[in-house]
């Protein structure tokens, strides 16, 4: 009688230890889901104007990391006037050109309102013009956005869509003749002599450090040139200038 009892006592406790596995299993699955989502959701301050840039495989970093460093710096008084967030096709972490891993803070099926989408540059813009969800992507972005920036190859990209046909853009040292082969409807600037060009909605620019000159134009046109030339000096890129 007491050996049934006591096997009564053990196979109960191997259910219950069981049981709790499987109750732990399920709150650490829930852990994983909820920090996944917490990724994919930047915290933003919905009263501020969102900068949205793209990345993909392959991005030119510095393409991604000047707008991200020009408008995520605060005013004089120390306070944010936007927010900037990094949005790509998937939820994956992508491989910049130059092999730093980025995972983006939204997908494009679930992104807040944009007031400026950047688009940058890789090596081989081929994969990006190929790809009709970015294309789609940028053409339903053109309708509400106050502004659209390209760097480097990315003009490439904006020629695809159409939506800056008739528009003057610039794109990456020696490209201009490319560019204009590709997509003869866009007024292709001289990119030897040319660095930034503005022609109503869209921006662009060379590309990788020029990329700055273009977003600090972006920010002094969003906000004015006192605070460009606040943060300019926050970054020590005014020293740059004057070499």
């Known amino acids: 009688m007491k050996k049934i009892i006591l096997i009564c006592i053990i196979s109960l406790s191997i259910t219950s230890c ?23 959701e930047k915290v933003i301050d919905k009263n501020l104007p969102t900068i949205g840039i793209l990345v993909f495989e392959g991005v030119i970093i510095n393409e991604v990391v000047a707008p991200l460093d020009v408008f995520s ?5 120390n306070k944010h006037l936007f927010n900037v967030i990094t ?25 807040p309102n944009l ?6 540059s890789s090596y081989n813009p081929a994969d990006q013009t ?15 956005t106050e502004y659209i920036a390209s760097h480097c190859a990315g003009a490439f990209l904006i020629g695809e869509t159409g939506i ?5 853009i610039v794109t990456y040292v020696t490209g201009g ?13 001289d990119d030897a002599t040319t660095l930034v060009v503005i022609d109503g909605k869209f921006i662009s620019s060379n590309g990788s450090l020029v990329s700055y000159v273009a977003s600090f134009d972006l920010l002094e046109k969003l906000t004015s040139k006192a605070h460009r030339k606040f943060v300019e000096s926050s970054i020590l890129f005014d020293r740059i200038k004057k070499k």
Do not use: C, R, W
Not at 18 to 36: D, F, M, V
């Open 130 to 144: 190929s790809d009709k969800k970015l294309v789609n992507f940028i053409k339903e972005q053109n309708k509400t």
């Open 115 to 120: 007031k400026v989408l950047v688009v940058p």
């Open 73 to 77: 710096n605060p005013n004089s008084e």
């Open 177 to 189: 003749a490319q560019l204009k082969a590709d997509y003869p409807k866009l007024k292709v600037a």
């Open 164 to 168: 800056a046909d008739d528009k003057k």
């Open 18 to 40: 069981s049981k709790q596995k499987k109750s732990n299993s399920k709150k650490i699955n829930t852990t994983e889901n909820l920090t996944q989502n917490h990724i994919m």
């Open 87 to 111: 949005i790509a096709t998937e939820n994956k972490t992508y491989t910049s050109a130059h092999g730093l891993k980025i995972t983006p803070d939204y997908v494009i099926d679930n992104i």
